[in-house]
């Protein structure tokens, strides 16, 4: 079974390592965001590739989701002892070798995409990794101002969620970059070739709907097809980690998990997986044209994150059989 799956940073992640477990003989090709992306100290930073390659790799922190185990900061530490910042986002002393060696790759004009599977061959996290463009694309918000008078302004979506802690409204979200990009060579191909298409319970906005801004991978999915099936991120009317409210009401969208089916929409989206506490929904979805079920959504466990995958496997079938 090939199966490809668009993922953002955690929640895609840990998603993976459940499919990974529930499909052990499945061809997994996965669309990596790279709306995150971020330049830093005149590093290249791509969080959420990196949290996916690192989380399928045995190398991330797994109490915080990103990141390197046994990390230290020591460099961050020096570089603030001489005012270079930003200090707010934090990158430790193991994680600054992958930027090394991604941005050194990227000057001597490797692309991204082939810098992706080069540190993957480091981490082999059972999947082929592709980033969804090698172009430049960050995501931007526009925040109102703090004291209500003024012009609101325009921040990476970084500074948005790791500074701001998304305490301030977001009045847009703007993929910057994304209108003039192109798929990275192998995502279309993938999606073509492929049995099943799943959206895990990754942000709808800035993770998956990212993705879905390159020209091309939207239509390359609607037309596969094959069946695509969605996770909700958001349970009982709220996200289960992050800030997906915050940036769903930027973009004109309830917090629930029949607006965010809706949000993709039948054209798109051909069964959807609400939670158990969300049951109340499903005819709802239906009635959109939009095949969906009430299963557990709580990825509490690798355990509990493959029973998750299995049923989105199964509901997959279901679709194809109907």
Known sequence: MRIVVLAGGIGGARFLRGLKRAAPDADITVIGNTGDDIHLFGLKVCPDLDTVMYTLGGGINEEQGWGREDETFRVKEE???????????????????????????????????????????????????????????????????????????????????????????????????????????????????????????????????????????????????????????IVGDAPVRGMADKVLAAVGVESTAAAVAAHYGSGLLDGWLVDTVDADVVGRVEEAGIRCRAVPLMMTDVDATARMAREALALAEEVRGA
Not at 164 to 189: F, M
């Open 79 to 233: 570089l603030a002892a001489y005012g270079a910042g930003p200090e707010w986002f934090g990158l430790g002393d193991r994680d600054f070798a992958t930027h090394i060696v991604r941005t050194q790759m990227l000057d001597a004009g490797y692309p991204l995409s082939a810098v992706t599977e080069a540190l993957c061959d480091r981490w082999k996290p059972g999947v082929r990794l592709i980033p969804m463009t090698d172009d430049r694309v960050e995501t931007h918000v526009a925040v109102a101002p703090a004291d209500g008078d003024g012009e609101r302004r325009v921040v990476h979506f970084q500074e948005y969620w790791v500074r701001l802690r998304a305490a301030v409204p977001a009045e847009a979200i703007v993929p910057v970059g994304a209108e003039q990009s192109k798929p990275a060579p192998g995502v279309l191909e993938a999606i073509a070739e492929a049995d099943v298409i799943l959206f895990p319970p990754s942000n709808p906005v800035v993770s998956i709907g990212t993705i879905l801004a390159v020209p091309g991978i939207r239509e390359a999915i609607a037309d596969a097809g094959v069946p695509v099936v969605g996770l909700s991120p």
